[in-house]
């Protein structure tokens, strides 16, 4: 396995737990518990967010950035979806 493929195979790991602790933080009724699944779950995108630039500053995850009017309608559209 290279190093590529290790930071692939990270990401995809800490997405997955990430998504787990979203989880049980949601569905736990021990607030102290569901407390520490949310610093988890902080320090999983932290970790992700490391190693998601690692792997952008070494070429392995290009990002296509979106045009203005494309942002422009994502943004009006999930606006409208938030609770008020």
Not at 72 to 81: E, H, I, K, V
Request: net charge neutral.
């Amino acid at each position: 396995m290279n190093d590529q493929e290790r930071i692939t195979d990270l990401i995809l790991t800490e997405k997955k737990m990430s998504a787990n602790y979203d989880t049980f933080a949601s569905e736990c009724v021990n607030v102290q518990l569901r407390d520490e699944f949310l610093k988890l779950l902080n320090q999983g995108h932290q970790t992700q967010t490391k190693l998601f630039q690692t792997a952008q500053q070494k070429g392995w995850y290009q990002v296509e950035q979106a045009p203005a009017s494309q942002i422009g309608t994502a943004y009006t559209r999930f606006s409208n979806q938030r609770p008020q």
